[in-house]
Nanobody, 122 residues
């Protein structure tokens, strides 16, 4: 079984900050690849931050310098600190996890949480 439960979403004004958390349980606690993804209405889902068990991280240019992903392997949690939020960051944010294959994380993750809404007003 795999369970990922997000928390921490909400509404914030432009320039504000939010911290999202994801609690992992079951097999998710042993998965090397974890990440945060988002999907805005009418848009495709996109990765906003990924992290491997060794700590290496990736961010798209749109959030680089504003978002920071971190994981606590002992507590089985995955966090996303978001700063200088913009209205374009408004979306449903999802925590995801997967196994690594030959030392690499997949481009499409298999296991997903239900999401938490982030709304940024101007």
């Amino acid at each position: 079984q795999v369970q990922l439960v997000e928390s921490g979403g909400g509404s914030v004004q432009s320039g504000g900050s939010l911290r999202l958390s994801c609690a992992a349980s079951g097999h998710a606690t042993r998965m090397s690849c974890m990440g945060w993804f988002r999907q805005a209405p009418g848009k495709e889902r996109e990765a906003v931050a990924t992290i491997e068990s060794g700590g290496s991280t990736r961010y798209p240019d749109s959030v680089k310098g504003r978002f920071t992903i971190s994981r606590d392997n002992a507590l089985n949690t995955l966090d996303l600190q978001m700063s200088t939020l913009l209205p374009v960051d408004t979306a449903m944010y999802y925590c995801a996890a997967d196994w690594s294959y030959y030392g690499r994380c997949p481009s499409q993750y298999t296991y997903w949480g239900r999401g938490t809404q982030v709304t940024v007003s101007s």
